[in-house]
């Protein structure tokens, strides 16, 4: 055996046993709105071939990713920081929930 994987294995880094395993683990989670949290409707308007990678990056994680895609995102910093990347891609819209 290698140095390399006995010191892994040394450490315990890496072993699926030190975690228990909940239902929920692997799912994806999805955040729910509080009530009286506004809401933001994105649609994505124009393609995103020939934009640049992180734009391209940007709107995945906006839950985009072909036009006319719509995605409800409650109304944050972190998601108008986002959208401020990719203005010229997507239609915001403010939804009342």
Not at 48 to 72: D, H, Y
């Amino acid at each position: 055996m290698s140095n390399r994987a006995e010191a892994s294995t040394a450490s315990g880094e890496g072993s699926a046993s030190d975690e228990p395993q909940s239902a929920e683990a692997g799912a994806k989670r999805r955040r729910q709105p509080t009530k009286g949290m506004a809401e933001l409707r994105v649609t994505q308007t124009r393609s995103a071939i020939g934009s640049k990678p992180k734009q391209r990056g940007t709107l995945r994680a906006l839950g985009l990713g072909r036009i006319g895609k719509s995605n409800t995102l409650p109304d944050r910093p972190e998601i108008r920081g986002q959208l401020a990347k990719v203005p010229h891609l997507v239609k915001v819209e403010e939804v009342s929930s």
